[in-house]
């Protein structure tokens, strides 16, 4: 029976290269000479810090930048407060959200019931997997969520015969 995949998992060896892409530009930039600006990423949490609130919201810009750039959607990043660090720096976490949460799931399904009622959906964990009789159906499926609005990114994988 086919089936496919639905995740929400970003790519973090381009996370990476975004990373490294900004490093390179905040070092050639003059607005940033003579700056302790920083990225730094541990796991799913990357820790900007910028010497003041207009370095530090420049940096996201440039970051942002350069995920699009590279492919990665904005919505797997997950901003979190802006706080003081020592020395009058301002530091933000930024969390990659990976997996697809109760909530988001629950509303993939209804949608999913709305295009195909016969399809078979699987709520695993973090992912769900769809399966149907028909492979027409799934890519039906598939090009129907594209469209539809959530807050968190889909990724298609796995997709089975």
């Not at 590279?70 to 301002?90: C, N, P, Q, T, Y």
């Amino acid at each position: 029976m086919p089936s496919f995949d639905i995740v929400s998992k970003a790519d973090l060896q381009e996370v990476d290269n975004a990373i490294n892409q900004t490093v390179k530009e905040i070092i050639g930039r003059y607005d940033f000479k003579g700056t302790k600006s920083e990225i730094k990423r541990q796991d799913n949490i990357l820790t900007l810090l910028g010497d003041d609130d207009y370095k530090l919201t420049a940096l996201i810009d440039i970051l942002k930048g350069k995920l699009i750039k590279r492919g990665v959607s904005i919505k797997f990043l997950d901003f979190k407060k802006k706080e003081e660090a020592s020395k009058g720096m301002m530091r933000q976490e930024v969390e990659i959200k990976e997996g697809v949460d109760k909530e988001s799931s629950k509303k993939i399904i209804q949608e999913i019931k709305k295009i195909a009622p016969k399809a078979g959906v699987e709520n695993l964990k973090d992912h769900l997997r769809v399966n149907s009789k028909s492979r027409d159906e799934l890519q039906d499926i598939i090009s129907r969520l594209k469209a539809f609005p959530l807050d968190i990114e889909l990724v298609y994988t796995n997709f089975r015969d």
